[in-house]
Structure formats: C-alpha cells, structure tokens
C-alpha cells in the first residue's frame, strides 16, 4: 500500500509544470545539515572535484577519520588555474570548481555528488531554471564509488571523469553512459596481471581481494584470464567491508598454510592498511605479493616497517606523467595561505610525503581529465556553423552550454567504452639505502607487450603446487585437486617425454625403445644367435663332432678289411659316417644373422642329412633282421636286400624328403623376419619357418623313419652273434627319439635366439648320440680289443 501511494506521488510529481513542480518541491525538501566543500572558486563553467580528501578504514561516518590525501585535488587547482591565464584555451571563459571530500566511502561520495550538483553551497538552492555552470566532473577514486556518483548523474547526463575506478563493470555504455576515466581498465591490468603471473612461472596462487566491486570484478576477470592457462587459484579471501580482526586473522591463517607463495591482491590501500597491520602483527613472512594498480604505488606502505612484509612486491603501477610547476605549486600551499582549512594544516604538518612530485601517477590522471573537459568545451565553443554537436548541424548558444552537449565533446579523447589507452608500468618494491622502501620501475606494459628492464635483475620467488615433472616424467592430476597439482609419473617401458610437465608420454616407433631414463627412443637391441659366447661355444661342440665323425670314417676306412667293418656293411657304414659329418656341419648354418638363404638352407639341410642318416641306419637295420632270418630253410629274403636294393632303400626314403623340402620352399619357404612383439625392448632376428604344416611333416617324417628303425632294431636285438648291431641301433634310436620329442616343447616355449639354439642342441646331441651307440663300440673293438676283431668271435653262436 505505501509503495501504490508512494507511486502515485511521483506520477502527479511527474505531471506538474516546471514552475508548480519546483514550488512543490521547494515547499517539501528541507537541508538536514551542512556539507560544504573543501576547495571551491567561481568561473563561467564549473567542474565538480570529488575526492578522498580523507580515509575511513573502519565504521563509517562523516568525520572521515584516517590519514589525509589530497595532493590529488591540488593538482584539479593547478590545472584549472593554467586553463584560466591560457590566452590559447578557452579564451574569453574561465573555469570555477567545487572539491569535496568522499572520505573513500560510497555514501559519503553520494552526499558529495548532491552537494556538488547545487549552487555555491547546500543553502542556495535554486531550482533549474536554466543552463546551470557545472559541465562535469571529476571523480570518483575508488570503483563503489564511482558506480554511485555514476547513476546519480546518469539522469542529468553530466559528463564523469575518474582518475582511479578501474573495475570492468564500468565499461559498459547502457549502464554508465556518462562515464569516463583516464586510468586503463581492470579488463587490461588483469591481462597484465596473469602476463606476469606465466612470465614468472607463478602456476600456483592465492587471491585477496576487497569487499567492492572493484574486487569482485577484477577477481572474475583474472579467473577467465588464468582460464584454459597453466596457473591455478589456491584460495580466494576477501576483506570485509566493516573491517573486522578476527576474520582477517582466519585470512592470515589461510595464507600461512597454504602452498602458495604468491598472494594476487585487489584493494584499497584504505581496506588494506589494517589488513597488513595485522599480517606484521602476526609475523607473516616469505610472501610474493602482487599488487594491483589500486595501492602498489601508495606512499603510505614505504615506511620502513613495511619491508619485511611486503618487501619484493611486484605489480603494474599507472603510467607515471609529468606535470610541469606541480612541486613548487604543493609549496605555495602552506599553513599561511590556508588558516582556516584544516586539511592544508595536517598535510603540512604530518605527510610530507605528498609533496614529493617524483611519482605523480593518480595525479597526472586529474590533471588529464581537467584538460580533456577543458579541450571539449574549448571545440564546443569554438563550433563553426554546419559541424555543430547537434543532427542540424548548428552550433551552441555560448551563453547556454549544458552538460550533455559537453558529453559529445568528451568521447573525442577516449575510446568507445570511454576508457583511456591502457599502458603500465611495472614497479618493484625494492629496500632504499635508509631502509624505507622505494618503489622501483623495472619495466612496461605497452599494448599487451611485457618488456623487463635490462639493468633490472629480479630474484623470482618459486610458487607452484607441485614441482615441475623432468623429462622421462609425465603429469597425474591428483583426484579432487586443481590441474596445478600433480604427480610426477615415470613413463612406461617404450614411452617416453622429452620436454619438462609433459601431459602424456610419446610411444616410440617400432624397431626403437625407450632409454633407461625415458626421455629418448633408442634402436633396439637386435638379438639372433651370433658368434657371441653361446654361438661360439656351439660352433666348437659342432666342429668337434664333425671332426670326430671323420676320425671314425678313417679308421674304418683303414680297417674297412677287418671282420668287425665288413661283418656290418662298411658301405652302410661309410654312409651313415658321410651323413652325420653333414648333420654335425649344418649346425654352423644356424649360427648367426639370418638371411633369405641361409632360412631356405637351415630346415631343408637338416631335415635333408637327417633323413639320409636315419635312412642308411634303416637299411642297415633290415640288413642285420633279414641276415639272421635268412639262415631258416626256404627264406629268400636276403635276394632282396643286396647292395643295389640297400642303396634304392636308402635314396627312396631321402628322396620323399626331398620332395617333401621342394614343395615347401615352393609354396611358403622359410624367410627371415623380425620379432617386435614376444619382447618389445628387442628386435628378434630369426627364421620364420613360413609353412608350419611344412616344418612339421619335415620334422614328422624324419620322427617316422626313427620309428620304423626303431621297432625293426628292437625286433632284432635278442637274434644270435656276439655282435647284433640291431641292439645298438636300438639304443641310438631311443636316444634320437627321445632328443627331438624333448626338443617340441623347448622349441615352442624358448624366446628369441634361444630357440634357434635349442635346436642346435637337439641336432647336435642326436647326432652325438647316433655317432657313439653305433660307432663307439666297433671303436672300441678295432683300436683297444683287436683280439675280438675275428670272424669266429663276432660269428659266436
């Protein structure tokens, strides 16, 4: 119901004519209290001046307790003053300004912005009758402030000039179209900021930030910059409004156990002077502050108190200008000039340091946005017929110049969201030689470009969540933590990284692998059975047998008239000698790098000699069963097992063989190849058999030819004669059997070169074990019992 009545006032407000609605107005609205300004002097145009003459770090109220600070509106005096004696601009007009105080508070500035909007002073209160003399103003320090003085005025259209709000909100032209600063934007100090925070490495940071807008915006825009970046937010504290111990003590807290060695901080220095008060109180040390344009030039932290903690801070300042006079202006303002003015009193007589004029950054902003309205009314008074400030092109009444006319004037010295070209210096904090701190400038930002100065050497703190991972390392991300924080993991066996944080670990090609630290793909070993200490060792085992194997073959061939070599068919006997000499040799064929032909000649010389060997043994097998059957009335047998028919035995059986070799190498022959996959860190160099159906029949038949020998031996080993052969045929034969049926399973599961090697060893001890059952023997009898080497004693029976 009050909302309705108080709605319906404003409607039949609204409706009034001027005149009735400003006696209306006149009979209602009562001066509660007096708010004068601080500074104020008469001209045909007025600029309002608001400033934090005062700082209120506490409870609000209109005594403004804190330290005073207003060098700021000296400088609005001393520019307006040079515009008034310029013959060059403004001919003809002079300037006037009223300076008032905003204590740093929203509320404070609000009352300021009414009080500036009236005549000389609160008690003169003429209603607007006609163009009033205040063009603009210039205002407000902090953001808050700003956004208030700003929507105050939007309704007036009366042109705003800020020399210190730097939040991002106030870029927006539907909300604040009045507005205006000379100091660049947050949107360009936060760019600046995470520029820094990547140039240095900082991947792991806290943030502190003021209970305004000014911190609140300023926090989101560095989080979208840091965004999709290698940098990660540890905390983010914020300072309240209403100041209170307790909760910047849990503040400290935060930062002292935290990892985080940086701390990013948007404040006031107002906000943030008890702050820090409180940081020395509880002795926190060893922090890399990174201060934001707001306070990383205040005066007020130099003293020498202030090094231990804040010692070594780093942030982007305002781009520092010159102001021609300024000092011998702030020395013309004495205690003499101004008795009455307790502001000049305490500023002479506590804070010299607002009379040092070689670090004029806030201050050169006022005294550019004096001269920027000063250059639009000066273009707005000099309008010539046809290139007017209006859409009919005709100019202003001089007499008659209003606010929003100057507004058009305005936008010429600043860009379409009425910010100013963004540039920073970049300023250390660095020990004086008396101990103080002095604010050194070690390098700029210009256009989004980082340049250090080169006589600068900054010693850059490390401030990371986890350390970075080497080469042969890459990056975990630990479960519920930020990306920043992770464990350092060695690359699988095959991978590897070669640069620092590596995300993943690159897979080396296939005949490379990774080295023992991981960070580089070697070749591969390439592994085969060379003439290394088993390839020799072999080789030896297999010279030794053919050489051994010739040495029989010359002692029968010297005793091949003696009863014990003819009683066993030397001829058979020389054969089997010939073939075991080949088998003993094509041992060497295995030994080292495969080759196509050295595959082809592996398997078919073996399978080749072996079944040579094998068939002569048969023959002398039947030779030996039929000898000892022949003797029973009517047996014709022996007719059939002459030496013609032994040699068809034997060249029959070698020639399925032969054929069984010819279609292999015909259809799929053996080939070299190499091995990635049964042991990734090795190339494997062997001979694929190509046709496993071929290399078992091979092998197969070779088995079945033992067999047949084997059976027909056994047959034969209890028939007459102090000599059977058919019992030491018997023994070789199990032995050769036993060999090869030992060799299936160590050749399936043997890896690399070591397959090759075991059936080396299965030709090489069955042919040891042919070679000794069958010849030792008769060995034995001819060079050590030449006395059984008879007809009578081999016939026996």
């Not at 209160?125 to 205040?134: F, I």
């Not at 379409?416 to 103080?436: E, F, H, R, V």
């Not at 960070?519 to 047998?545: N, Q, R, W, Y």
């Amino acid at each position: 119901y009050l909302s309705v009545r108080m709605t319906l006032v404003l409607l039949w407000l609204l409706s009034l004519p001027l005149p009735a609605l400003s006696e209306a107005l006149d009979l209602q609205c009562t001066l509660q209290n007096v708010f004068n300004p601080g500074f104020m002097a008469d001209g045909h145009f007025v600029i309002g001046g608001i400033f934090p003459l005062h700082y209120n770090q506490e409870m609000p109220d209109l005594n403004c307790t804190y330290k005073p600070a207003f060098r700021w509106a000296l400088a609005m005096k001393l520019a307006v003053e040079e515009i008034n004696n310029s013959s060059k601009l403004l001919p003809g007009h002079t300037l006037g300004y009223k300076i008032f105080d905003s204590c740093a508070y929203p509320l404070t500035g609000q009352r300021a912005t009414l009080a500036v909007l009236n005549g000389r002073n609160e008690a003169d209160m003429p209603m607007c009758s006609g163009a009033g003399p205040m063009v603009a103003i210039i205002g407000e320090s902090g953001s808050a402030q700003s956004i208030v003085l700003s929507r105050i005025l939007r309704p007036f259209m009366i042109p705003m000039i800020s020399y210190f709000s730097s939040c991002a909100c106030l870029s927006d032209r539907r909300e604040f179209p009045t507005f205006f600063r000379t100091i660049p934007s947050d949107a360009y100090q936060v760019k600046a900021i995470a520029k820094l925070l990547l140039h240095f490495n900082w991947t792991w940071v806290g943030v502190v930030r003021g209970d305004h807008a000014y911190g609140h915006f300023a926090l989101q825009g560095l989080l979208k910059e840091l965004d999709g970046t290698s940098v990660c937010i540890a905390y983010q504290e914020m300072i309240p409004l209403l100041y209170n111990t307790r909760r910047a003590l849990e503040i400290i807290h935060v930062i002292n156990s935290s990892s985080a060695r940086v701390v990013v901080v948007f404040s006031a220095e107002g906000e943030l002077t008890p702050f820090l008060r409180d940081c020395m109180e509880q002795n926190l040390t060893g922090i890399q502050w990174v201060a934001s344009e707001a306070w990383v030039t205040a005066s007020v932290f130099t003293e020498s108190k202030y090094y231990p903690l804040l010692g070594g801070t780093i942030g982007f300042g305002i781009r520092q200008g010159h102001i021609p006079g300024l000092q011998e202006y702030l020395m013309m303002v004495n205690p003499q000039k101004y008795p009455s003015n307790p502001l000049v009193q305490e500023l002479w007589g506590q804070h010299s340091a607002y009379m040092n004029t070689s670090n004029t950054r806030i201050t050169y902003n006022v005294y550019k946005g004096v001269y920027a309205i000063a250059h639009s009314l000066h273009n707005l008074m000099s309008c010539k017929p046809g290139n007017g400030p209006f859409i009919n092109s005709t100019c202003t009444d001089v007499t008659k110049v209003y606010p929003w006319q100057l507004l058009q004037k305005v936008r010429v010295n600043f860009d379409m969201k009425g910010d100013s070209i963004p540039s920073y210096d970049l300023i250390n904090w660095q020990k004086g030689t008396a101990g103080n701190i002095e604010l050194v400038k070690a390098g700029i930002l210009d256009q989004a470009i980082l340049c250090e100065k080169p006589e600068t050497h900054l010693q850059v703190p490390v401030s990371v969540c986890s350390d970075s991972c080497t080469p042969g390392f890459r990056k975990a991300v630990r479960n519920g933590e930020p990306l920043c924080c992770f464990d350092c993991v060695p690359c699988d066996s095959g991978k590897i990284s070669n640069q620092t944080d590596s995300i993943d670990c690159m897979a080396c090609p296939d005949d490379y692998w990774s080295n023992v630290d991981g960070t580089a793909c070697i070749p591969k070993v390439v592994e085969f059975l060379s003439h290394d200490a088993m390839g020799v060792i072999l080789t030896v085992i297999a010279v030794v047998g053919a050489c051994v194997t010739l040495s029989v073959f010359t002692v029968f061939l010297y005793h091949r008239n003696t009863p014990i070599v003819r009683i066993n068919n030397s001829e058979l006997s020389f054969f089997v000698l010939f073939s075991l000499t080949l088998c003993f040799l094509c041992a060497l064929i295995f030994i080292g790098e495969p080759t196509s032909w050295s595959c082809m000649l592996r398997h078919t010389t073996f399978s080749i000699t072996f079944s040579l060997c094998i068939s002569c043994i048969l023959g002398k097998t039947l030779v030996v069963l039929a000898a000892f059957t022949a003797t029973q009335p009517g047996n014709n047998v022996m007719k059939w097992l002459r030496p013609v028919q032994q040699r068809i035995i034997i060249f029959s059986c070698t020639l399925v063989q032969m054929l069984i070799c010819a279609a292999w190498l015909i259809a799929s022959p053996p080939f070299p190849y190499r091995n990635t996959q049964y042991q990734h860190s090795k190339i494997i160099l062997d001979c694929s058999v190509g046709s496993d159906l071929a290399f078992w029949c091979v092998l197969g038949y070779i088995g079945l030819l033992a067999t047949v020998c084997f059976v027909l031996a056994f047959l034969a080993r209890k028939l007459p004669g102090n000599f059977n052969e058919a019992k030491y045929i018997t023994f070789s034969m199990l032995i050769f059997c036993a060999v090869w049926l030992a060799f299936v399973p160590a050749y399936v599961s043997s890896p690399g070169k070591f397959t090759t090697a075991v059936e080396i060893f299965a030709i090489l001890a069955s042919s040891f074990g042919l070679l000794l059952c069958l010849f030792a023997p008769k060995c034995y009898i001819i060079l050590l019992k030449p006395e059984k080497n008879t007809k009578q004693h081999l016939m026996g029976k």
